[in-house]
Every structure is written in structure tokens, then in C-alpha cells.
């Protein structure tokens, strides 16, 4: 009877493991509709009606680059481990100074490119603590009793 008991637990425990690792793709922003696209006039539509026809962008050029970006990813994502990217693409709208369609880019997963990160890192100002000293710094400090620290509503009176 005890042996049947073990048996079953193994059973749901392995049934809940495998449910657990569902291998799910995650889906992030869309693309405008090419016939959509097809309808815009390079030379001639201005950002405020492309911004109109297509919806908002995923963003916005910054730093002088005066276009919209609209970003697609599919990911594949499986229990833990790193999502793998499947497909992404971003269409940039480039416009000119005047603010009229100029450029219509498409870039797709096949021009990525890699970006390593930097292995420098700033030195900060500031004392090194210990950990001892950590965990007793906040001993005797007012409101972080049962009920959480003492936050206000935000009122000029309080």
C-alpha cells in the first residue's frame, strides 16, 4: 500500500515537472501592414500622418536621427533557460528636417550584429560595509515594524 503511494507521488511529480517546462513563443510588438506601408508616399507624407495612419511607434529616433522605429520579435522561450530569438525585425520610417517621409528601411534578423559589452567599470566614492554591519543597521529605525515602513500619502499635509 505504502509502495503504491510512492509510486503515484513520483507520477504527479514528474506529470508537474514536464507541464512546467511547456515550451511557449513569446511574441513582442508589431509590424505595420505592408498594404498600409505600400500606401505611403516617400517625398510627400509628413511624420504626423505617418504617425496617424500606422499608430504609435515602438520609438522614436533620439540624439538628432529624426524617425520612428517599429520593433518585432518572436521569441521561443523554454522553462529557464535563455529565450532564443526566432525572428525579429524593425522597420524604420526615416524622415528630413522638414519632417517629410525620406527612407523606408527594413532590417530583419539576418542584420543584427553582436555587441559585446564593456569589461570597464567606474570606481564609485563610498565606504565598504560589512556584512555584520549591514544586518544590524537597520535595527531601531522608526517605521519598519510589522505594518512596513512609514510611507505618505503624498499630501502636502501629511
Known sequence: MRINYLKLT???LTL????????????????????VLSALKI????????KKILGSPSFDGDLGDNSL??????KQKFA???????DHKVLQLKFS?????KIINLYKKSDLEKIEM????????GRKISLLEQLISN???PGMGRGGPIIGSGRASD
Open 10 to 12: 513520483l507520477i504527479v
Open 16 to 35: 508537474l515537472f514536464n507541464i512546467s517546462c511547456v515550451n511557449t513563443k513569446v511574441v513582442n510588438g508589431q509590424l505595420p501592414d505592408a498594404n
Open 43 to 50: 517625398g510627400k507624407d509628413k511624420k504626423g500622418f505617418v
Open 69 to 74: 522605429y517599429y520593433v518585432f520579435t518572436v
Open 80 to 86: 529557464f533557460l535563455n529565450p532564443k530569438v526566432l
Open 97 to 101: 528636417e522638414d519632417n517629410t517621409l
Open 118 to 125: 564593456s569589461q570597464n567599470f567606474t570606481v564609485t566614492s
Open 139 to 141: 535595527f531601531g529605525v
